[in-house]
Antibody, heavy 123, light 107 residues
Framework: QLQLQESGPGLVKPSETLSLTCTVSGGSISSSSYYWGWIRQPPGKGLEWIGSIYYSGSTYYNPSLKSRVTISVDTSKNQFSLKLSSVTAADTAVYYC???????????????WGQGTLVTVSS | SYELTQPPSVSVSPGQTARITCSGDALPKQYAYWYQQKPGQAPVLVIYKDSERPSGIPERFSGSSSGTTVTLTISGVQAEDEADYYCQSADSSGTVVFGGGTKLTVL
């Protein structure tokens, strides 16, 4: 059974870079069938897709965040990572990683999801 | 930017049928997906490709599509179905979009 687990600091200072890692277990991140994605949810609000990566390193991002986001993959560790630069209080959210079923065309969905990790931006 | 529109809330009594809609201009060309999220938990996929149900999801959950609107139907609603429900799709460039979410209350 595939499982994903987010890890990283729970508190980040304004203007700094948020860094999170997602560890995949029970399956290989190098599968040719999937992307791997990051989604966030501010407290009490809805879901926002951040971006996704293929095991080869090919990425695509939400245009609204693209200038600040970098997603990378480490197939040797079965992990993928998120970096979000120049954070503000508006970036405070629960950050989820998920397997992203996508053909970059007509279909794409997220299943399963990690449990999520709360990142607070505050000095 | 592309948006998916959901009603903020839906209320039903136990045993009744709940219908949650999601509207978006690209839905005739892009599949829609539905997630259930209970408080403090991660979202769970309940419908994919408009109307397919993942294994392990009860048969009372179904999805349908008509033009620019997709609908999640929960037949015979149970107390455990009380949750937030999010639709998700993509725009023509492949950018993933989520609806604003609908809070389902079981009276």
């Amino acid at each position: 059974q595939l499982q994903l687990q987010e890890s990283g600091p729970g508190l980040v200072k304004p203007s700094e870079t948020l860094s999170l890692t997602c560890t995949v277990s029970g399956g290989s991140i190098s599968s040719s069938s999937y992307y791997w994605g990051w989604i966030r949810q501010p407290p009490g609000k809805g879901l926002e897709w951040i971006g996704s990566i293929y095991y080869s390193g090919s990425t695509y991002y939400n245009p609204s965040l693209k200038s600040r986001v970098t997603i990378s993959v480490d197939t040797s560790k079965n992990q993928f990572s998120l970096k979000l630069s120049s954070v503000t209080a508006a970036d405070t959210a629960v950050y989820y990683c998920a397997r992203h079923w996508s053909d970059r065309s007509r279909y794409n969905w997220f299943d399963p999801w990690g449990q999520g990790t709360l990142v607070t931006v505050s000095s | 930017s592309y948006e998916l529109t959901q009603p903020p809330s839906v209320s039903v009594s136990p045993g009744q049928t709940a219908r949650i809609t999601c509207s978006g201009d690209a839905l005739p060309k892009q599949y829609a997906y539905w997630y259930q999220q209970k408080p403090g938990q991660a979202p769970v996929l309940v419908i994919y490709k408009d109307s397919e149900r993942p294994s392990g999801i009860p048969e009372r959950f179904s999805g349908s599509s008509s033009g620019t609107t997709v609908t999640l139907t929960i037949s015979g609603v149970q107390a455990e179905d009380e949750a937030d429900y999010y639709c998700q799709s993509a725009d023509s460039s492949g950018t993933v979009v989520f609806g604003g979410g609908t809070k389902l209350t079981v009276l």
